[in-house]
């Protein structure tokens, strides 16, 4: 007969994110992104804002996400199960779901309620915690930082756009 080992699997082989749970992340963080208006935000809406002349092009917003998500979650994956202590892992993955928390709310403010001014307050504290994330994730891993700072730099540009715009246009809850 034959007998299984009891003996747990060592902390040094276990994943600390396994892959399902990465993947449920960005799937749950999309759908939920989603609700307020489908997945590519209310065209109608954002296009008859004001906008600076520096503001991407509304099709580029959809397709930019889901390469940022895509490089955000592996970044996280590798950091996660990467050979850095927990402790240093820790506030990486925090900062990280408070970041897929205001991912997914986005929309809901932005063109659920058409708050320019709560999309553009969201959008700032998602710069800074994704640098804060950089910053925290360097000590960890490099490329994953390099992966988070792609990120960084579409939040830098989408800030500027979302303050301009927010300094442009009324907005219903804060008039």
Same mark, same amino acid.
Do not use: E
């Given at each position: 007969m034959i007998q299984l080992s009891q003996t747990p699997t060592p902390a040094l082989h276990r994943k600390a994110l396994p892959i399902w749970a990465a993947v449920l992340i960005v799937v749950v963080a999309n759908a939920v992104s989603a609700l307020p208006v489908g997945y590519v935000g209310d065209f109608a809406f954002y296009n008859a804002?004001? =906008?600076? @002349? +520096?503001?991407?092009? $509304? !099709? /580029? +917003?959809?397709?930019?996400?889901? &390469?940022?998500?895509v490089t955000s979650i592996w970044a996280l994956y590798r950091v996660m199960n990467g050979p850095a202590p927990a402790a240093a892992r820790q506030p990486v993955l925090a900062i990280e779901?408070?970041?897929?928390?205001? &991912?997914?709310? &986005? @929309?809901? &403010?932005? +063109?659920? /309620?058409?708050?320019?001014?709560?999309?553009?307050?969201?959008t700032l504290v998602f710069m800074i915690l994704t640098a804060i994330s950089v910053?925290?994730?360097?000590?960890? $891993? =490099? /490329?994953?930082?390099?992966?988070?700072?792609?990120? /960084?730099? !579409?939040?830098v540009l989408a800030s500027a756009v979302s303050v301009w715009i927010a300094r442009a246009n009324p907005d219903p809850i804060f008039g």
């Open positions: 804002l004001r =906008k600076p @002349s +520096f503001a991407p092009p $509304d !099709w /580029l +917003f959809a397709p930019m996400w889901a &390469f940022l998500n779901l408070a970041g897929w928390v205001l &991912f997914a709310g &986005f @929309s809901a &403010f932005y +063109f659920g /309620l058409q708050s320019i001014v709560l999309g553009s307050a969201i910053i925290l994730t360097s000590r960890i $891993d =490099k /490329l994953a930082a390099g992966l988070l700072g792609l990120r /960084l730099a !579409w939040l």
